[in-house]
């Protein structure tokens, strides 16, 4: 955390960053606990791959609209109205048994993810610019991968007992319930609420602030490239370890392993960005992790191979996501910010969404070193055309 940070701003921060770990703590454990549940249910890979995916369905088609409802009623509010929504979400996968529950279940709790994320990522945004910035979010992110480290860790132990079996979305309630209540300590900036219109806060605002701003498209196509390869990584790495007839408890360790690692590095983003170069130069090495950890899983069976993979997801994963949020947070006006958020949002669900659905169809043709092999070699191709856009000019995000 940034040495230089008044009372105020130290206790939206530590409020904020509290809840998000909670919310991430349900989000991660979901990861294994939904393709687990699935696989029990007999989804077939491309069945399975709907259900993840709609998870992620709202969210794209909400994020901006939400962004503009951050704006209006302020950050602490709809942090903790997403809470509540998450507890819903999850109280009904428990109670409704099949798919119909957990096709809910996905429904709500990926609204309910999205809108809590939007209302933090707007209050991070509002605390700095320039190193501190990037600090405030490299923390930021550190509390959240230590929730991702928790969670499959936790779902796997549950999964590996008679008695959890049955609460594993019971105990993710209790979780989403402790986000909710973190979010009542926030206070001053975070209770302002802005005067916006649907005009300024639409989607057409949004296209054309893409279209304007070059620190908003790279952002962007940091954030669909990162999650992508976070899509294809946290839907179906479960899958292909249950088919190596690895238990609960070894796929949780292995889920949370990638989660670990981000969270290692991160605390470090300002100090990496200025050892590199530069922000430009930490993009394109975090990408080219993330490529090479992805799309070379396929092709190894062994748990430390394997572990030595999800490294280097983890090292490119965990760059991405802040770097994402800095450059935009630093390219847009602050009344503009939470709309601006939404719309990487929307990429963000859009390419969760779209993910898990093209690689269960790969999977299905033909396999997992095809599936994984062609998402890395996607993710190169991409890297190669955003090197391009660095080329084509500055900004002072970058």
Known sequence: MPSSISPDAARNFFAVCLSLTFCFVVYSMLIVAVPVYGLQLGASPLVLGAVLSTQYLLPLLLAIPLGGVVTRYGGRATLIAGGVLMVAGLLSMH????????????????????????????????????PTLEKYFGWYSTWLSGGQVVGPLLAGAL???????????????????????????????????????????????????????????????VTVLGMFALGVYGSYLPVYLESLAMTPVVIGVLVSLRAGVSMLIRPFMARMIAMAGGRENTVLLSLGTLAA??????????????????????????????????????????????????????????????????????????????????????????????????????????
């Open 159 to 221: 999964l590996a007992s008679e008695t959890g079996r049955g609460n594993v979305f019971l105990v993710m309630a209790l979780f989403a319930v402790l986000a909710a209540l973190a979010g009542l300590r926030l206070t001053g900036q975070a209770r302002e609420r802005m005067a916006i219109t649907r005009k300024q806060a639409g989607f057409r605002a949004q296209w054309a602030l893409m279209k304007a701003s070059r620190g908003v498209q790279l952002s962007v196509l």
């Open 95 to 130: 109670f409704w048994y099949g798919f119909g529950g957990l096709v809910l279940g996905q429904l709500l709790v990926g609204l309910a993810h999205l809108q809590m994320v939007l209302s933090a990522q707007t209050i991070i945004s509002n605390l700095g610019t320039g």
């Open 293 to 398: 950890g992805i799309g070379l899983l396929g092709l190894f069976e062994h748990m430390v191979l394997l572990g030595l993979l999800a490294v280097l997801v983890g090292i490119g994963s965990g760059l991405t996501q802040p770097l994402s949020m800095v450059i935009l947070a630093e390219s847009v006006e602050r009344e503009k910010r939470s709309g601006a958020l939404g719309m990487r949002l929307m990429a963000n669900r859009a390419i969760h969404f779209l993910a898990p659905l093209m690689f269960g169809a790969l999977l299905e043709l033909g396999g997992f070193v095809l599936a994984f092999g062609l998402s890395g070699a996607l993710i190169v191709v991409a890297l190669l055309q955003m090197r391009r856009l660095f080329d084509t000019g500055s900004d002072p995000a970058l």
